[in-house]
């Protein structure tokens, strides 16, 4: 079941519009961007698409990320009950669709990655079930004016919205799958990797200069997808352990980004000293994509006085190469494009 051509093509109306009237004013860069050539600028990643505005993982907040400068949209993966893959933060889908309310007998508790959770889970649907499902914000500090509106998007919408956007403006939307909890959906018999690699080769995406990264926090699936696939390979990472010289030279034989927690490069207090992991990655011979910028009080370190664009403007001084955030405007403005 896809998107109709005919929803997709109201979608793209506002993105065609604007790639049509910039003009000369748009930004040129590579075909495909982060190829890895010295002195490019940082990629813009959309963080679940423009999530700061629109409720996360919709095919409408990643057609936003793009009107408003994104690189790169960023669907996670996880699997429905018939084995499609759809743009889900989590498996467990209580807190960002409307699933409580149609399918309330659906409740149920999961053993996940060790974790106990109770809710809805993707993997107990079809996705014919999961299409009369509309997405809602999951934060509640954030707009809910667009909850109850936007379908739940398969990975195949996905690549065909970027496709579309990237004709659109003349330069290549990138795609940044993320497999989540690839372990747990291979034990369950619904495994992520091989049929995001076959969607992906259905589009001729299978390439090493393909504007597409994949990215895991598990590191077993991206060493077995670096024997599987050309596309380049981004491990996430979250603690000091996994960024220390050693281990990004062994990331750096597999992986050809290290996905880094912005606080794992410089801590949130205002006297903190960036660390050394951009410089140490870049010697291994990683790029380095940051995560996740987020404006909001309970989000932005304490260092940056309020101002997210500071954030920018020194992640970018200290010489990442990605920026991943909800609000791909903010991140454009930082680099003033």
């Not at 309330?104 to 996705?127: H, M, N, Q, S, Y």
């Not at 664009?309 to 791909?328: C, H, M, T």
């Amino acid at each position: 079941m896809r998107i109709s051509p005919v929803f997709l093509c109201r979608l793209l109306a506002p993105a065609v519009a604007m790639a049509c009237t910039t003009g000369s004013t748009m930004r040129t860069t590579p075909a495909v961007a982060g190829t890895g050539v010295a002195n490019t600028p940082p990629l813009i990643i959309a963080h679940r698409g423009a999530s700061g505005h629109r409720p996360e993982h919709t095919l409408e907040g990643y057609a936003l990320a793009v009107q408003m400068g994104a690189d790169y949209i960023e669907p996670d993966l996880v699997s429905t009950k018939d084995g499609q893959l759809i743009a889900r933060h989590e498996n467990e889908i209580g807190g960002t669709t409307d699933v409580a309310s149609k399918f309330p007998a659906r409740k149920t508790r999961k053993l996940v990655d060790g974790d106990t959770i109770a809710g809805w889970f993707t993997e107990d649907f079809t996705l014919a079930e999961l299409r009369t499902l509309r997405a809602t914000e999951r934060l509640p500090f954030r707009s809910h004016a667009y909850d109850g509106q936007f379908l739940i998007p398969t990975f195949d919408d996905v690549l065909a919205l970027a496709d579309s956007l990237g004709r659109a403006r003349g330069r290549a939307v990138g795609v940044y799958p993320e497999t989540k909890h690839p372990t747990y959906f291979r034990s369950i018999g619904l495994p992520i990797e091989e049929p995001m690699l076959r969607l992906l080769r259905s589009r001729g995406l299978d390439r090493a200069d393909a504007p597409v990264f994949i990215q895991s926090f598990e590191d077993g699936n991206l060493r077995t997808l670096a024997t599987q696939t050309r596309v380049r390979l981004v491990q996430l990472v979250s603690t000091a352990s996994q960024v220390t010289p050693a281990a990004l030279r062994d990331m750096a034989t597999y992986a050809y980004a290290v996905g880094a927690n912005t606080r794992l490069v410089v801590g949130s207090e205002v006297n903190a000293v960036p660390t050394t992991v951009i410089a140490d990655a870049h010697a291994a011979g990683l790029r380095v994509h940051v995560w996740t910028l987020r404006p909001e009080a309970v989000f932005l370190a304490k260092r940056y006085g309020g101002d997210p664009i500071a954030e920018v403007q020194e992640l970018v001084r200290l010489g990442a190469d990605g920026l991943f955030g909800d609000y791909p405007d903010q991140i454009a403005r930082g680099l003033r494009r």
